[in-house]
């Protein structure tokens, strides 16, 4: 089975500052990693995904991930966080492109002046 | 990108009443449509699957009964909650895939349900 485990429910940046959320998967197959973001009352915005191929992954809004297999850990990184960052965000994996996503329990991302 | 529109955003419903949720790709056409329930402050709990002209597929868990999907065309599926409950109160988000679209699926803006 696949699991998700995002490690802190809550992270505090300032603005400007380094953002680094966690996200830890098992999976017994290769995994196919997303992480999303979501605003308050709002669906999910794909932010990037890992399916094969290089693992530092860009996506949008300066959000970069890289997939490590040895770790199996698929974190999220932002150079320099901006207030509009604030949100929730979550760590998904998928067994293959069906997208049948199994979601971690999220983190809240908050960005202090 | 693609959109998936869900409607409506918020209902509010009295409770033993039966409640519908719309979930529409405008521009493609989805093969696939998943529906998640997520409760405060959690995370999104995967439903049910479902495809064009089949029955859903329902996690562990889940009542079919209870949650009724029904998945008509490529286009639309919905979920309706059967004699709601207050405990059905929830925020609902499904997400349309497609095989022509394989790298992704969209997420509709969700529904926020509420029974009193």
């Known amino acids: 089975a696949q699991s998700v485990t995002q490690l802190g429910s809550h992270v505090s940046v300032s603005e400007g500052a380094l953002v680094l959320l966690r996200c830890n998967y098992s999976?017994?197959?290769?995994?196919?990693l997303f992480w999303y973001v979501q605003y308050p009352n709002q669906g999910l915005q794909l932010l990037l995904k890992?399916?094969?191929?290089?693992?530092l992954v860009k996506g949008i809004n300066g959000f970069e991930a890289e997939f490590k297999k040895s770790e199996t850990s698929f974190h999220l990184t932002k150079p320099s966080a901006h207030m509009s960052d604030a949100a929730e965000y979550f760590c998904a994996v998928s067994r293959d492109s069906s997208y049948k996503l199994i979601f971690g329990s999220g983190t809240r991302l908050l960005v202090r002046p | 990108g693609a959109v998936v529109s869900q409607h409506p955003s918020r209902v509010i419903c009295k409770s033993g009443t039966s409640v519908k949720i719309e979930c529409r790709s405008l521009d493609f056409q989805a093969t696939t449509m998943f529906w998640y329930r997520q409760f405060p402050k959690q995370s999104l709990m995967l439903m049910a699957t479902?495809?064009?002209?089949?029955?859903?597929?329902?996690e562990q868990g889940v009542e079919k009964d209870k949650f009724l999907i029904n998945h008509a065309s490529l286009t639309l599926s919905t979920l309706t909650v059967t004699s709601a409950h207050p405990e059905d109160s929830s925020f609902y988000i499904c997400?349309?895939?497609?095989?022509?679209?394989?790298?992704?699926?969209?997420f509709g803006q969700g529904t926020r349900l509420t029974v009193v």
């Open positions: 999976s017994s197959v290769p995994p196919y």
């Open positions: 890992y399916t094969t191929g290089a693992t």
């Open positions: 997400s349309a895939s497609t095989v022509v679209r394989n790298t992704e699926a969209f």
């Open positions: 479902s495809n064009e002209g089949s029955k859903a597929t329902y």
